[in-house]
């Protein structure tokens, strides 16, 4: 069976501080998609990121910069200089690509407090 | 273009009575999954449909929770009757096929009191 943990449930920061969001994943495919989604306070699921299991290459969006490394199933989350606008609860997700369908099954969240 | 859409954004209701949230898809989507959240569980998958086919719903809790897909560009969720450990907030999510990105509408808070 599948699983994901967020180990961090609270994180805070002073603004302009880095911050890394952690992410490891159980899963006995080989092939399986991970994503992350940040739900700001309004209460909505913003998608942030894909990634399939072939790719392990780094990815960076801006302030925003994903580490996928497959030896330690992890797939963290690192936001530079962070701003108050960053506040918000994140989410690390998988789906097995065996599934008939996209199922994702859902970390616990982390939710980041970026104080000015 | 426009997200996904539910409605209502808020509810209240109170125990026994029937509750129904309904979803438009992204349009062009084949994909329609309802979730729900909840502070003791976090986001869990009901049901989602394919090409408004039910696939899967083994993650519907019990009897009292229905879903149906009438056209592509439309859900519903009942609950019937409704019971205070329903409160939860749940969102539908559209992807174009089965296997690409979700993305999620704002979500549905309802209390049943």
Known sequence: AQKVTQAQTEISVVEKEDVTLDCVYETRDTTYYLFWYKQPPS???VFLIRRNSFDEQNEISGRYSWNF???TSS????????????????FCALSEFGNAGNMLTFGGGTRLMVKP | DAGV????RHEVTEMGQEVTLRCKPISG???LFWYRQTMMRGLELLIYFNNNVPIDDS???????????PNASF?????QPSEP?????????SSLTSKETQYFGPGTRLLVL
């Open chain 2, 75 to 79: 859900s519903t969720l009942k609950i």
């Open chain 1, 75 to 90: 797939f963290n989350f690192t936001i530079t200089a962070s701003q108050v606008v960053d506040s918000a609860v994140y």
């Open chain 1, 43 to 45: 209460g909505e699921l």
């Open chain 2, 85 to 93: 450990r329903d409160s939860a907030v749940y969102f539908c999510a």
């Open chain 2, 29 to 31: 989507h084949n994909s």
């Open chain 2, 59 to 69: 993650g519907m809790p019990e009897d009292r929770f229905s879903a149906k897909m």
């Open chain 2, 5 to 8: 859409i539910q409605s209502p």
């Open chain 1, 69 to 71: 490394q497959k030896s």
